[in-house]
């Protein structure tokens, strides 16, 4: 659990910090008053403070936007355009919300879920979920790493076959290598500053994608867009709009794993430990409206991504009659590139696909790297409080995390029985995710920083259409 005693005396705020990041020996779940720091108050200042929303768009744009967004798309057309709107718009304000818990208290998500009741043997019931939640965490991104390797080994197959064990084995390799390599050091600075350029780069890639479909038989138009934004539903497609609603925006993993990000940017450590003083109402106040920028500033990013890939499956493969499903989506609309605009066209959509893919992997292995450390450390593993013994536990973890993924991706073709267990646990995490975010809201977020009746009934609405969804897949599943 993280320290957040006030100190015996009052330690005055410096002024806004330099450094848009917390100095690397510093321990950021120790808020002590030491890093107290007063916040930016205009736009352009708060801007020099993203950060944590980047490392968020990175773990949200995969295979659940890329693949599924798209393969949507082509089921049903431009007519739940709309939804990729209102399913990301809805979440935010659950992230926001425990974000602010988070800040005001030092703590991250980990550590309130385990005071959520009912408890049993002394941990919150959220707790244990997260620890059967350790087979999600470990198969989860097995497809999309194999997905990634998919991509690349087309465009560059190693052998005779791109499609063989041998191809595909090779490229996931190369993958599980790269992550390992790159989060060798455990730094929140290179977690950050890789994902804000992958980042930019897909989302650049997906913008770039959908207006090449202009002047080719597959143009869209502002038409087919006011189509999508008419908020209808055709009958028998609620099971589709109910699976979209559930498949894009923050899940209750990147919700988890914000609370994380904003803690070791520096936004705790900043506030300080809440010594009941106005000043520290202001200051809390101040980096919580950072966050909420960091936050809408990457709900934009991912959403736009997100939609221009619907929009992708909506005009090229809907017309058409094609609903391809898993890396199919990425060969059919490739080949269709291929023919309406050249080759090019065609390599520059799997080189961005397989981009795409890979951040989400390169995200992934730190978020979960953490939920895992911390939820070992719960059940008494180790002292989390220990930061050269956290480290290095997150080490260890990240290394086993892609080689996991990585063998079962290119081992499994279909683990079915894990994949339904993985979902039944994925449905009741996000139910969980949603009343621990209202429980600790109500329970131990300081009221004077709490934003007024509107943002807690659009937290309301967020937390029970979350639930819905998770009560929804966890019936769907049987």
Same mark, same amino acid.
């Given at each position: 659990?993280?320290?957040?005693?006030?100190?015996?005396?009052?330690?005055?705020?410096?002024?806004?910090?330099?450094?848009?990041?917390?100095?690397?020996?510093?321990?950021?779940?120790?808020?002590?008053?030491?890093?107290?720091?007063?916040?930016?108050?205009?736009?352009?200042?708060?801007?020099?403070?993203?950060?944590?929303?980047?490392?968020?768009?990175?773990?949200?744009?995969?295979?659940?936007?890329?693949?599924?967004?798209?393969?949507?798309?082509?089921?049903?057309?431009?007519?739940?355009?709309?939804?990729?709107?209102?399913?990301?718009?809805?979440?935010?304000?659950?992230?926001?919300?425990?974000?602010?818990?988070?800040?005001?208290?030092?703590?991250?998500?980990?550590?309130?879920?385990?005071?959520?009741?009912?408890?049993?043997?002394?941990?919150?019931?959220?707790?244990?979920?997260?620890?059967?939640?350790?087979?999600?965490?470990?198969?989860?991104?097995?497809?999309?790493?194999?997905?990634?390797?998919?991509?690349?080994?087309?465009?560059?197959?190693?052998?005779?076959?791109?499609?063989?064990?041998?191809?595909?084995?090779? $490229?996931?390799?190369?993958?599980?290598?790269?992550?390992?390599?790159?989060?060798?050091?455990?730094?929140?600075?290179?977690?950050?500053?890789?994902?804000?350029?992958?980042?930019?780069?897909?989302?650049?890639?997906?913008?770039?994608?959908?207006?090449?479909?202009?002047?080719?038989?597959?143009?869209?138009?502002?038409?087919?867009?006011?189509?999508?934004?008419?908020?209808?539903?055709?009958?028998?497609?609620?099971?589709?709009?109910?699976?979209?609603?559930?498949?894009?925006?923050?899940?209750?993993?990147?919700?988890?794993?914000?609370?994380?990000?904003?803690?070791?940017?520096?936004?705790?450590?900043?506030?300080?430990?809440?010594?009941?003083?106005?000043?520290?109402?202001?200051?809390?106040?101040?980096?919580?409206?950072?966050?909420?920028?960091?936050?809408?500033?990457?709900?934009?990013?991912?959403?736009?991504?997100?939609?221009?890939?619907?929009?992708?499956?909506?005009?090229?493969?809907?017309?058409?009659?094609?609903?391809?499903?898993?890396?199919?989506?990425?060969?059919?609309?490739?080949?269709?590139?291929?023919?309406?605009?050249?080759?090019?066209?065609?390599?520059?959509?799997?080189?961005?696909?397989?981009?795409?893919?890979?951040?989400?992997?390169?995200?992934?292995?730190?978020?979960?790297?953490?939920?895992?450390?911390?939820?070992?450390?719960?059940?008494?593993?180790?002292?989390?409080?220990?930061?050269?013994?956290?480290?290095?536990?997150?080490?260890?973890?990240?290394?086993?995390?892609?080689?996991? $993924?990585?063998?079962?991706?290119?081992?499994?073709?279909?683990?079915?029985?894990?994949?339904?267990?993985?979902?039944?646990?994925?449905?009741?995490?996000?139910?969980?995710?949603?009343?621990?975010?209202?429980?600790?809201?109500?329970?131990?977020?300081?009221?004077?920083?709490?934003?007024?009746?509107?943002?807690?009934?659009?937290?309301?609405?967020?937390?029970?259409?979350?639930?819905?969804?998770?009560?929804?897949?966890?019936?769907?599943?049987?």
């Amino acid at each position: 659990m993280s320290t957040s005693t006030p100190p015996p005396s009052a330690v005055p705020a410096s002024s806004t910090p330099q450094s848009t990041t917390l100095s690397a020996d510093v321990d950021p779940y120790v808020i002590d008053g030491a890093q107290t720091t007063e916040p930016p108050r205009t736009l352009r200042g708060k801007l020099r403070f993203l950060g944590p929303g980047m490392i968020t768009s990175a773990a949200v744009v995969g295979s659940g936007e890329l693949l599924t967004a798209t393969a949507l798309g082509a089921q049903v057309g431009f007519m739940l355009l709309w939804l990729v709107l209102v399913s990301t718009f809805l979440k935010v304000w659950v992230q926001i919300e425990l974000a602010r818990w988070s800040i005001s208290t030092g703590r991250v998500a980990l550590d309130g879920y385990k005071d959520v009741p009912p408890k049993i043997a002394g941990r919150g019931w959220i707790s244990w979920l997260v620890l059967f939640m350790f087979l999600q965490f470990f198969i989860g991104q097995a497809g999309v790493i194999s997905a990634s390797a998919f991509a690349f080994s087309t465009l560059f197959p190693i052998g005779p076959d791109p499609y063989s064990l041998l191809s595909i084995g090779v $490229w996931v390799a190369i993958l599980v290598v790269v992550a390992i390599a790159i989060h060798a050091a455990n730094r929140y600075a290179i977690v950050e500053n890789i994902s804000t350029v992958l980042v930019l780069l897909v989302t650049a890639f997906a913008i770039t994608m959908v207006f090449l479909l202009g002047g080719t038989e597959f143009a869209w138009s502002l038409a087919d867009l006011g189509e999508g934004m008419r908020f209808q539903i055709a009958a028998g497609a609620f099971g589709v709009a109910l699976a979209m609603f559930g498949m894009t925006g923050v899940g209750a993993g990147e919700t988890t794993a914000y609370t994380y990000w904003v803690v070791e940017k520096g936004y705790a450590a900043w506030t300080g430990p809440n010594d009941g003083s106005e000043g520290w109402v202001a200051r809390a106040r101040g980096w919580i409206s950072v966050m909420k920028v960091d936050a809408w500033v990457s709900w934009v990013i991912y959403t736009v991504s997100t939609a221009a890939f619907y929009i992708l499956g909506a005009a090229v493969l809907h017309p058409q009659g094609l609903v391809p499903e898993g890396n199919d989506v990425m060969l059919t609309i490739s080949s269709i590139f291929d023919s309406a605009v050249g080759r090019w066209g065609g390599v520059l959509f799997l080189v961005g696909a397989g981009l795409a893919l890979f951040k989400t992997i390169l995200a992934n292995v730190p978020s979960l790297g953490r939920q895992v450390g911390h939820t070992l450390a719960i059940f008494g593993a180790y002292d989390w409080n220990d930061q050269r013994t956290r480290i290095r536990w997150q080490r260890v973890i990240m290394i086993i995390l892609p080689i996991a $993924w990585g063998i079962l991706g290119t081992a499994v073709s279909s683990p079915l029985a894990l994949v339904i267990i993985a979902g039944i646990l994925n449905a009741i995490f996000l139910i969980g995710a949603a009343v621990a975010t209202l429980y600790l809201s109500y329970t131990q977020t300081d009221p004077r920083i709490r934003d007024g009746a509107p943002t807690m009934v659009l937290l309301w609405i967020s937390a029970i259409a979350i639930a819905f969804v998770g009560i929804y897949g966890l019936v769907n599943t049987f």
